[in-house]
């Protein structure tokens, strides 16, 4: 699989690449917004197959990672990208959100320094799947809780609740909160009963209709 | 309601005769202080100048206050009449202080000057309805009961000619009647170049003001750096403290402990996590990423976000705006809305930022009991200040019932 790599600090952008290429990926690596660019939108042999942004690079310094994302996810809607951030911000999970696909991750740059977590996420989003940080998931919880929308939920259902709108899966969320998988299946059942959220089979288009519910 | 087109005019007359009698009584303080003034060379009327400068103040503070009411804008009042600092100054001392003031010289200047630029103008509608009107009523009864007579320089001679001066009488009515309003406007415009603050009094209070705010700033700035130092220390620097010994520990039980030291390096990853955590929340109260990368409106769009109460943005900018600007307004509308949060009971919440004619404007409005103190919490009053460094205001009207409004203005040109 061939993954863009977006990063401008050299240590940092030299750690993710030979942690993906130990991986087996094929690694393009670049330090700024316009090369981020072009490596997304080119095609053919040369097309990406998933994207490692950082949200600040050069010229700017602003979103520029994040931008870059947006547009390549516009183009080609599921596009996988992990955007690793030195903060999390929920004006732009929204915005990674809004396009209603999953592929999608989000996480603060400090989980990177966890590199079962990192290869994980990228995995997931490679997949479909969605990677919210737990700290943008605790601030919908948080909103979602005072505005009495998951009010029915009991606590243990909303410890279910927030790692699975993080992304993670049934296993993850057992191993987590230490119980079984089974557990896990029935409070999920009881939380889309009770939120009204209508269930899928598939994993990633849960998720994604649990973020869909809290971000309203 | 609006009145009825003849009560505005007939209201608009009477002003206008009002106006002319003011403007004789300003004529005539003026005349009594210049008197006054001609007679000190002779030594004599010192005991008078005191007097008569603070009738003829009274008199264009009464002026000022109209123009005011009028208008519906404040005008501003030049300083006081020096009064001397000592007890028992004697008449001429006073004097003396009361000649050097700028504010009874420019004074002086509009008793003179409003008769003629105020007064004159004004005066003229109600003669002229006053005239006509002798033309209309009383012109056919001279011509039946008088045989020679004459109007407006007209002579009467025929009833053709009553006729005549008859219409002549309307047509000077309508003209007064007409005229009326547009006399008031230009003699509001008039006294407000007059009665305005002469500009070294404006300049002065400029400088005291902007002294004022640059202490405040400077103030402000030293408080902040002073928690940004705490907060590091506390924070972050004591957490990397701890890093450092317990790597130190780790180390030394690598041989020994090996599964000891593996805990030790598990606590050095969590800390180390939690000095990211310090970090980035001393950074996000300092000056928020997103509103560096972003600009104010997505920056308030953040805050929506993460509001509990449900928060609707209406964003009105185009462009960045100076980042000291940005911040402050950021913070402004952070601090209103955990207001509304905590003490209104509000369920929502509207925002809306535009910027017209160089104006910075931002509105936070919510729906909750209203009621909030009218001095203000320290966090809004410590917004108010920080405004005020860059001539912005802060306003928070909230009656009882609410709903509350909090409004921050902000002069800046568009970017």
């Known amino acids: ?216 | 309601m609006p009145a009825s087109r003849p009560a505005r005019v007939a209201a608009s007359l009477i002003e206008c005769a009002v106006t002319g009698l003011h403007a004789t009584a300003a004529g005539y303080a003026g005349m009594v202080v210049t008197l006054t003034l001609l007679l000190l060379p002779l030594g004599v009327g010192f005991p008078l100048l005191t007097p008569a400068a603070r009738f003829l103040r009274a008199r264009s503070d009464a002026a000022r206050s109209r123009a005011a009411r009028r208008s519906g804008i404040p005008l501003a009042a030049p300083d006081p009449l020096p009064v001397p600092a000592e007890e028992g100054a004697g008449a001429r001392d006073r004097a003396r202080l009361i000649l050097t003031d700028r504010g009874f010289w420019r004074d002086l200047e509009w008793a003179w000057l409003e008769p003629w630029a105020g007064g004159l103008p004004a005066s003229l509608p109600p003669a002229l309805v006053g005239y006509g009107a002798t033309g209309v009523l009383l012109q056919p009864i001279f011509w039946w009961f008088l045989d020679k007579d004459s109007y407006a320089y007209f002579p009467v001679h025929s009833t053709a000619m009553m006729g005549v001066t008859v219409a002549l009488g309307l047509a000077l009515t309508a003209a007064g009647a007409f005229t009326a309003s547009p006399a008031l406007s230009l003699h509001d415009r008039w006294s407000r170049v007059l009665l305005a603050v002469p500009r070294n009094t404006r300049l002065e209070r400029r400088v005291v003001r902007l002294s004022d705010t640059r202490a405040q700033a400077l103030d402000a700035q030293a408080a902040e750096l002073r928690r940004i130092e705490r907060d590091l220390h506390d924070g972050a620097q004591a957490r990397l403290v701890a890093l450092g010994m317990t790597l130190d520990r780790a180390t030394r039980l690598l041989d020994s402990d090996p599964d000891r030291a593996r805990e030790l390096l598990a606590d050095v990853g969590r800390t180390s996590q939690q000095a990211l955590v310090d970090l980035r929340d001393l950074v996000h109260g300092i000056h928020p990423p997103v509103l560096a990368d972003r600009g104010l409106g997505d920056a308030v769009r953040s805050l929506a976000l993460d509001s509990f109460l449900d928060v609707h943005v209406e964003v009105g900018l185009r462009g960045r705006l100076p980042s000291p600007v940005e911040a402050a307004a950021y913070f402004g509308v952070s601090e209103a809305l955990a207001n509304a949060a905590k003490h209104s009971g509000a369920r929502e919440v509207r925002i809306t930022l535009d910027h017209e004619a160089d104006v910075l404007r931002v509105a936070v409005t919510d729906d909750g009991r209203g009621g909030a103190d009218p001095a203000l919490g320290t966090g809004l009053a410590g917004v108010g200040r920080r405004l005020e460094v860059f001539d912005g205001t802060l306003t928070v009207t909230s009656p009882p019932g609410g709903p509350t409004n909090v409004v921050l203005e902000v002069p800046c040109a568009s970017s």
């Open chain 1, 1 to 216: 699989m061939r993954v863009v790599v977006a990063e401008d600090l050299f240590l940092l952008r030299d750690g993710l690449v030979r942690t993906l290429q130990d991986e087996g990926y094929e690694v393009v690596a670049v330090d700024n917004g316009p090369a981020l660019s072009r490596a997304l939108l080119a095609g053919g042999a040369e097309e990406a197959d998933a994207a490692v942004v950082d949200v600040r690079l050069p010229p700017t310094f602003t979103d520029e990672g994040l931008q870059a994302a947006l547009e390549a996810r516009r183009r080609r809607p599921g596009f996988p990208v992990l955007v690793l951030s030195q903060y999390v911000d929920s004006l732009y999970a929204g915005e990674l959100l809004a396009g209603g696909e999953g592929g999608v991750g989000y996480l603060l740059k400090d989980r990177v320094t966890n590199t079962e977590q990192f290869l994980g996420g990228l995995r997931t989003v490679a997949a479909g799947g969605t990677v919210m940080d737990p700290q943008v998931i605790a601030r919908m919880l948080a909103r979602n809780e005072a505005r009495g929308t998951i009010g029915g939920l009991t606590p243990r259902e909303r410890d279910v609740l927030g790692l699975m709108a993080e992304g993670r899966s049934n296993a993850a969320v057992a191993a987590t909160l230490h119980i079984s998988e089974s557990a896990v299946a029935k409070h999920t059942a009881n939380i889309f009963d009770k939120l009204g959220i209508a269930p899928s089979a598939e994993d990633n288009r849960r998720v994604l209709a649990v973020l869909a519910y809290l971000r309203r």
